[in-house]
């Protein structure tokens, strides 16, 4: 008897960690999975980014081009002033493209995430599977009372 509990034990032990190691392996793929998901979004974004700058690189030359021929006809600085503020926005997305802004910005959101946590925790914190379960609940609860609700204004019994 006293082998057979031995016995029992040991395949209870051997399972637990082969469940234990599988659950490892699961989480690290769970994990690499979204880090490329992530990696994926990002370069969409990036090239998303690329893009608008070509338009607006276009955009920017003709109107560039357009207000200096204004300006040399008219010789009034005001058909230039749209310029300026021009000139900052392609400034901006030629950075965000293909300058060193995601850098600035990645190091910016790592800074907050050091010292500012408070900025991007959770409202009322982090959702536990009992505050779900209860969220679920009241929803199913509200669905019910609405129905019986809109039956009686209808007269349908």
Not at 62 to 91: C, N
Not at 112 to 136: H, K, N
């Amino acid at each position: 008897m006293g082998n057979v509990n031995k016995a029992m034990s040991e395949a209870t032990r051997k399972n637990q960690e082969f469940m234990m190691e599988t659950q490892r392996v699961q989480l690290e793929r769970q994990i690499h999975m979204q880090n490329e998901m992530r990696e994926k979004m990002m370069s969409m974004q990036i090239a998303r980014s690329r893009e608008l700058l070509y338009w607006f690189g276009s955009f920017y030359v003709i109107a560039a081009i357009g207000m200096i021929t204004g300006f040399r006809r008219t010789r009034k600085p005001g058909t230039l002033v749209p310029l300026l503020p021009l000139s900052f926005i392609m400034a901006y997305q030629g950075d965000l493209a293909y300058g060193s802004k995601l850098n600035r910005i990645k190091m910016e959101a790592e800074n907050i995430l050091m010292f500012e946590r408070d900025l991007v925790s959770v409202p009322m914190g982090v959702p536990t599977p009992s505050s779900i379960d209860e969220a679920r609940e009241r929803q199913e609860e509200n669905k019910r009372l609405n129905k019986a609700l809109h039956q009686h204004r209808s007269g349908y019994y």
